[in-house]
């Protein structure tokens, strides 16, 4: 064993070399041990999801290719894991980059505390938000409750975002034996079948593919943002939010690589796209300041709603055979990519909330298994967003008409087709509603209903009706 100190970095939403705060502090002080803890001891409730833990195994696979083979895994409980590593090698310092969840945060700190009581140095860094939740609150020092205000006063009242950081120079890397790691494999996050395969066939993943598709969006896309991440159908939307969520990219290159497409662009997508990073900073926000944001009414109001039992159409829902093809094509993306167009996601949202009048958690955890990019603050914060109860929410007789919506958003019912191949010979207004379609055009396109493709499984205006009664009855 060398009596050289070591410099312990541990990887956690961070998984890149560039733009690494913690990364670059650890090299700076010698020989640099990086490891990663797969921690579902201290999770809970908010243990990975299978998508999630599908992707995770390949970005990880990618870190420690950048890090020829020195990437160190574990699984377990990081307090226990690090105090053994303490004890075995010379460490001087452990570092890392924050996380903001509710149950990390804990973690962290009594990780810290104890580690300072026993002599060694600790140092975070914030790796993963363009702002630290408690830098952006009021004058009065309460937490924003209202985005805009949190944008336009919190976040652009405050210094423009940091520039994103070089990989360290000259990183030398600890080639010792670590006792008590494990390959990859062995952390067993891929799942028996081969579901994720296909799935993750729609993705590169990695800190070089995510900054590859930053590229290519603010090159080719970013230009047509603002209205065209509308359209489920076009390419147009950034597809970063597994990258951010992963830490492959950070926000601060997502933000400035924006700014620099906005020097040459005649167009506000660039400004659009920057909101659409401060939202995040806002559910980074709430879930800070209101630590039961994923399980409890954010608006207490909505602790008396009558919620209903459905487990019928749950499961309709969750397979996208509703009836209703816009839902079903959104959710059939969910199953097979692991992604939803954000369009869709509130659609599909006010559908099964308000429609089918289930209870928001049914929805944030269906979308927490499945989403290659579920992410705590931003699944709650959307989920309760939709349902009414959340943080300027949308309001509870907002409910999202799917064949409207479908209609307004895939006018082509391209989407619809992509995700619903069997409505594909369909002329484009029958796929938004195909029971609308004549028996002889549903015969040419080879559809038989309640057979190829399930009728609607309720009355839109009747739960509507019903959903607007209920609230209506709340108190309050």
Not at 110 to 115: F, V
Not at 434 to 460: H, M, S, T
Request: hydrophobic letters at 40%.
């Amino acid at each position: 064993m060398t009596d050289a100190p070591v410099s312990l970095m541990w990887f956690r939403r961070d998984l890149r070399l560039g733009d690494n705060p913690a990364l670059r502090a650890a090299a700076s002080a010698g020989s640099v041990l990086p490891i990663y803890i797969l921690d579902d001891v201290n999770a809970g409730d908010w243990a990975m999801g299978a998508a999630s833990r599908a992707w995770l195994h390949y970005s990880l696979q990618s870190l420690d290719r950048s890090l020829h083979g020195r990437l160190r895994c574990f699984h377990g409980d990081p307090r226990e894991i690090i105090a053994a590593l303490i004890a075995k090698l010379p460490v001087g310092a452990v570092y890392w980059n924050r996380c903001y969840e509710p149950w990390r945060r804990g973690r962290d700190t009594r990780i810290k505390a104890e580690l300072t009581e026993a002599g060694i140095d600790v140092d975070s860094f914030n790796g993963s938000l363009l702002w630290e939740p408690w830098q952006v609150c009021k004058p009065d020092g309460d937490p924003y409750r209202v985005f805009t205000p949190f944008y336009r006063k919190g976040c652009l009242g405050r210094e423009t975002p940091r520039e994103p950081l070089p990989p360290p120079g000259g990183l030398k890397l600890y080639e010792g034996a670590v006792d008590g790691s494990a390959d990859l494999a062995a952390l067993d996050l891929l799942p028996r079948e081969d579901w994720h395969r296909g799935m993750l066939a729609h993705w590169r993943i990695g800190e070089d593919a995510a900054r590859a598709r930053l590229d290519d969006f603010c090159e080719a896309t970013i230009a047509d943002y603002r209205d065209g991440r509308d359209f489920p159908a076009r390419e147009a939307t950034s597809r970063l939010s597994p990258h951010l969520h992963f830490g492959e990219l950070s926000p601060q290159q997502a933000w400035h690589r924006a700014e620099q497409a906005n020097l040459h662009l005649d167009s506000d997508g660039p400004a659009h796209f920057r909101r659409e990073l401060a939202w995040r900073e806002f559910s980074y926000h709430l879930l800070y300041h209101f630590e039961d944001l994923p399980s409890a009414n954010f608006n207490p109001r909505f602790d008396n709603f009558e919620w209903l039992d459905n487990a019928a159409g749950l499961d309709a829902w969750r397979r996208g055979r509703t009836g209703f093809p816009i839902v079903d094509a959104g959710m059939r993306e969910l199953w097979q990519t692991g992604y939803m167009h954000n369009r869709v996601r509130m659609i599909v949202a006010s559908f099964l909330v308000k429609n089918l009048g289930l209870h928001w958690r049914h929805g944030e955890d269906w979308f927490w298994d499945c989403l290659v990019d579920a992410d705590l603050a931003n699944n709650s914060a959307g989920w309760q967003w939709v349902a009414g109860s959340g943080a300027d929410a949308a309001p509870y007789f907002r409910i999202f008409n799917p064949l409207l919506q479908s209609a307004k958003f895939d006018p082509d019912g391209d989407y619809i087709a992509r995700y619903c191949p069997e409505l594909a010979g369909l002329p484009a207004k029958f796929r938004h509603c195909p029971v609308d379609a004549p028996n002889e055009l549903l015969q040419r396109a080879g559809v038989e209903l309640g057979v190829d493709y399930p009728r609607p499984i309720l009355d839109l205006k009747v739960t509507r009706e019903r959903a607007l009664a209920r609230f209506k009855s709340l108190p309050g």
